[in-house]
């Protein structure tokens, strides 16, 4: 491995790629379970500085959008149930 490239998303965020001493690089997962101790692994396997880099989103955001999806699934068995067939 010889360095981290960081790489501004369209959207905002920030993505990395690792590349190796060929020039090639990959895509640094951002979303795994356990990100921290990831990152940790990942930096003392490689040697790289991995201190900058963070999550894409955080957890929460996730639960969020769970939490909307079921509230959007019942208001429409509600509407469905309340209804009468045609």
């Known amino acids: ?19 190796n001493t060929k020039g090639a690089a990959t895509l640094l997962p951002q979303r795994v379970a356990a990100f921290e101790d990831f990152l940790g692994r990942f930096s003392q396997q490689t040697g ?8 894409i ?13 079921v509230a959007l699934l019942i208001g429409e068995i509600m509407v469905l149930a309340v209804r009468p067939i045609a």
């Open 48 to 55: 790289l500085d991995t201190s900058s880099i963070g999550r």
């Open 1 to 19: 491995m010889r360095g981290l490239t960081p790489v501004a998303t369209s959207q905002g965020g920030r993505v990395y790629y690792v590349r």
């Open 57 to 69: 989103s955080p957890p929460w955001t996730y639960q969020l959008l769970a939490v909307l999806v």
